[in-house]
């Protein structure tokens, strides 16, 4: 049974997930078992319409360290940070169901709890990482960071997957994130680093899962919009 605040949340964003949440999420659950961590997974399920979240409803009752929430909206961005919000943990991981990496929890965890950073960042394109998406997929990652490293002097290499952090330290920049959909994760990195908190990255080696949920080419209209929002809140109105 898990403590009423645990050491470490993890928080999922699941959108039409029914294929592989179920293992994904008891594999993670097994591997956290595993290390003899105090945890709860919490599952931000938004706008599923397949079988999602009636596994989910009995997953959770099975297993009292797994809960989930349910919106009506299929929104990334607001499901990731109403998880956060929920979550109870010294120790935050935001993960994504089709990767679910411990080695990142592994190298993550013991320096978050050594207080070496406040923010830790797993990479996809840092040096001595391993990028197995697809070119394109590859590409526009590329391009996204570099267009936020452009237009907001972002100065690492990635902002979106996994991530992990000390939840007291990052709350706050959470409660001054503007915009959803994918680009939230993008801000909460970038206001993380304009902040000047400690933020670090460490490299990842991505192996998907499953293909996407979200066609890449259906997000794009969105990230440009979100994006040239955060720009017109950060630059030009300082907030």
Same mark, same amino acid.
């Given at each position: 049974?898990?403590?009423?605040? =645990?050491?470490?949340s993890v928080v999922?964003p699941v959108y039409n997930?029914e294929?592989?949440?179920e ?7 097994r591997?956290l078992?595993?290390?003899g961590?105090d945890?709860?997974?919490?599952? $931000?399920?938004n706008?599923?319409r397949?079988?999602t =979240?009636e596994i #989910? ?6 297993? *009292?360290?797994?809960r ?5 909206? *299929?929104?990334?961005?607001?499901a990731l940070? $109403?998880?956060i919000?929920?979550a109870r ?5 935001? /993960?994504e169901?089709? &990767?679910?990496d411990?080695?990142f929890?592994?190298?993550? @965890?013991p320096r978050l709890?050594?207080?070496? %950073?406040?923010?830790?960042?797993g990479?996809?394109? %840092?040096?001595g990482?391993s /990028?197995?998406? *697809?070119?394109?997929?590859r @590409? $526009?990652?590329r391009?996204?960071n570099? #267009?936020?490293?452009a237009t907001?002097?972002?100065?690492g290499?990635?902002?979106?997957? &996994?991530?992990?952090f000390?939840r007291e330290?990052l709350? *706050?920049?959470i %409660?001054r994130?503007?915009?959803?959909? /994918? @680009? ?5 990195? !970038?206001r993380?680093?304009?902040?000047g908190l400690?933020v670090?990255e460490?490299p990842?080696q ?5 293909? =996407?949920?979200i066609?890449?080419?259906k997000r794009v =209209?969105?990230?440009l919009k979100n994006v040239?929002?955060l @720009?017109?809140v950060?630059? !030009?109105?300082?907030e």
């Amino acid at each position: 049974m898990a403590s009423a605040d =645990p050491h470490l949340s993890v928080v999922i964003p699941v959108y039409n997930e029914e294929s592989i949440v179920e293992s994904a999420g008891l594999e993670l659950a097994r591997g956290l078992d595993e290390r003899g961590w105090d945890y709860e997974i919490i599952f $931000a399920e938004n706008g599923s319409r397949d079988r999602t =979240p009636e596994i #989910l409803e009995r997953l959770t009752k099975e297993h *009292p360290r797994l809960r989930w929430f349910h919106s009506e909206t *299929p929104n990334y961005g607001s499901a990731l940070k $109403a998880g956060i919000l929920k979550a109870r943990g010294n120790i935050v991981v935001c /993960d994504e169901i089709d &990767l679910c990496d411990l080695v990142f929890y592994d190298q993550a @965890v013991p320096r978050l709890e050594r207080r070496e %950073a406040d923010l830790i960042v797993g990479s996809k394109a %840092a040096r001595g990482s391993s /990028d197995r998406r *697809p070119l394109v997929r590859r @590409v $526009a990652t590329r391009v996204h960071n570099g #267009l936020l490293r452009a237009t907001l002097g972002f100065k690492g290499t990635d902002t979106h997957g &996994l991530k992990a952090f000390r939840r007291e330290k990052l709350l *706050p920049v959470i %409660a001054r994130c503007v915009v959803d959909m /994918d @680009v939230f994760a993008s801000e909460f990195v !970038v206001r993380a680093w304009r902040e000047g908190l400690e933020v670090r990255e460490i490299p990842i080696q991505l192996h998907e899962k499953r293909q =996407p949920s979200i066609h890449l080419f259906k997000r794009v =209209p969105n990230v440009l919009k979100n994006v040239a929002r955060l @720009v017109y809140v950060i630059r !030009v109105r300082g907030e």
